[in-house]
């Protein structure tokens, strides 16, 4: 069986051959984690993409494929009329929706923000709303996805046009103060909320429309979790986001027959018979550490009804632990989460340059030591 059969047998919560992995994109890594990596096997030259936090978008084959890891992300280009201009030595501004970011250790951290001023009559003639139609999105796109589908069978994820609603509006107008308009600001809020949505649809329109045939996974990434519950309330979800969340996603499955994943940190299992209901078919990064996050409770409720991707431990185990105890995290994660399919193994985010490479290798052979269906630990 190919790696996309094996993820599509997965998918249908059948027993596949072997537990589908990954490792790129939101599962992935940070730059200087893949330098460290590369260092390690003697590459002094790697060769990769990053995203504007710091996050790899694409993966040094010299590298990547020397490791059990199933998918391979693909982007959008970059728009022709895109944009960064510094404003200090380590302060910049890009023009895919004006955010600004400052340069730290490890991430590029969002810094100011381009719609701190506006009102609910200004917010939608914003002259910092991307165009969906920028023809630098989609040029060669076709090609380089269709390549790597008949040259190759790995899972193919087309990765995100541009995040989600809250995460966009946060930094767009700033994490306190989106937090205060949506309680004080309900018309500010759904002005800002129904541009930022049409963008969306015309966003994954424009993408799916070029690539909608050939990929697998569609994500959509939408942080709602904090380490302990949820940023706002579950009637404020319902209030400002449910309703728009099922359109862009009913809009996704529209447009192809990839499963829709959804990137979202933290403590989220209130909100997932949510989403659950209104169209999502991925959920990652199941972070474990996180309030009511438990592996084994989440596959209790939710099993079955929604496709678990990541749950090993990037806060505790993977940077801190032992390989000995990387192991042992692996092979507990696989017996909860991979009886019955529906699983796919990746780190719950994005690994940081705090993991030592003998973690990341440890990481990998256990994946070949426990991975093999049927799943008798």
């Not at 790697?46 to 490791?67: A, C, H, Q, W």
């Not at 008949?150 to 995040?163: C, E, L, M, R, S």
């Not at 690539?211 to 979790?225: M, N, P, S, W």
């Not at 309703?243 to 990839?258: E, F, G, V």
Request: aromatic fraction near 14%; charged fraction near 30%; proline fraction near 5%.
């Amino acid at each position: 069986m190919d790696r996309r059969k094996n993820f599509l047998t997965a998918c249908r919560f059948e027993e596949p051959e072997w537990i589908p992995t990954d490792c790129t994109s939101h599962a992935g890594m940070m730059n200087k984690e893949f330098d460290k990596i590369a260092r390690y096997f003697g590459i002094d030259d790697p060769v990769y993409e990053e995203n504007l936090v710091g996050m790899i978008n694409t993966f040094d084959e010299r590298i990547f494929g020397k490791f059990p890891i199933d998918v391979r992300t693909i982007w959008p280009g970059v728009p022709d009329k895109f944009e960064k201009k510094f404003i200090d030595e380590k302060t910049y501004q890009v023009s895919e929706c004006g955010f600004i970011l400052r340069m730290t250790d490890m991430y590029h951290e969002f810094y100011d923000f381009p719609l701190k001023d506006d009102t609910a009559e200004t917010v939608k003639m914003s002259k910092w709303w991307p165009d969906p139609f920028d023809p630098g999105r989609t040029r060669g796109l076709r090609e380089r996805v269709k390549a790597l589908y008949d040259d190759t069978d790995f899972v193919i994820k087309a990765g995100i046009p541009i995040n989600g609603l809250m995460e966009v509006s946060q930094r767009m107008r700033g994490l306190e103060r989106f937090f205060i308009d949506l309680y004080e600001e309900e018309e500010f809020v759904n002005a800002l909320l129904d541009k930022l949505l049409e963008v969306q649809m015309d966003l994954y329109t424009v993408y799916l429309e070029a690539i909608g045939d050939l990929i697998q996974v569609i994500e959509y990434a939408d942080d709602f979790g904090m380490q302990t519950g949820l940023q706002i309330s579950e009637n404020m979800y319902e209030k400002y986001f449910k309703k728009r969340h099922q359109k862009i996603w009913s809009h996704i499955h529209n447009l192809t027959d990839a499963k829709i994943y959804l990137h979202s940190c933290g403590s989220i299992s209130d909100l997932l018979p949510h989403w659950i209901e209104d169209g999502v078919d991925i959920i990652e990064s199941i972070q474990p550490r996180a309030r009511n996050m438990e592996p084994a409770e989440l596959k209790k409720k939710f099993g079955g009804k929604i496709i678990f991707w990541g749950g090993l431990d990037v806060q505790g185990i993977l940077p801190y632990g032992t390989p000995e105890e990387v192991d042992i995290e692996v092979k507990r994660l696989m017996e909860i989460y991979a009886p019955g399919g529906g699983y796919v193994f990746s780190p719950a985010h994005a690994v940081q340059y705090d993991v030592p490479v003998e973690n990341w290798i440890a990481m990998w052979d256990a994946v070949e030591k426990y991975g093999k269906y049927p799943i008798s630990l």
